[in-house]
């Protein structure tokens, strides 16, 4: 879990986003998923998504891949795109340049293992 702890000066300049990030909400989702002791307040929410299958399902593995439990994931992965919506997000997403994609995905691979399409999109060789 993830646990921030601000000063009152960080409170003071903390700004929140006008909408949701389709990005950010997928990855935030994906964590929850994976809880074997979820709140709560949440289990209705998760039972209702593994039992309709929804769109995170079908792309679980490529998700999980690129959303590690470790302590780094991509940040190509929640591009500030994605606030203007899902389409813009994932044309910044399909948009990153080669060598960041590679920095990334190298810096991903010293904590967790890459499948053989990561290894792939590493070396700058992507397929949609």
Do not use: C, K, N
Request: charge should be positive.
């Amino acid at each position: 879990m993830l646990r921030i702890h601000f000063t009152g000066d960080d409170l003071r300049r903390t700004r929140l986003a006008e909408t949701a990030d389709p990005f950010w909400e997928m990855v935030f989702s994906r964590h929850r998923l994976a809880d074997p002791a979820p709140p709560a307040a949440l289990r209705p929410w998760l039972e209702g998504i593994r039992r309709e299958g929804h769109l995170l399902h079908r792309y679980e593995r490529v998700v999980a891949a690129l959303t590690p439990f470790g302590p780094y994931f991509p940040d190509f992965i929640t591009p500030v795109e994605g606030l203007q919506g899902l389409d813009a997000g994932l044309q910044a997403i399909l948009g990153t340049p080669r060598t960041r994609l590679r920095r990334e995905m190298e810096t991903m691979a010293r904590t967790s293992p890459l499948p053989g399409w990561g290894r792939r999109l590493a070396e700058g060789r992507r397929r949609r």
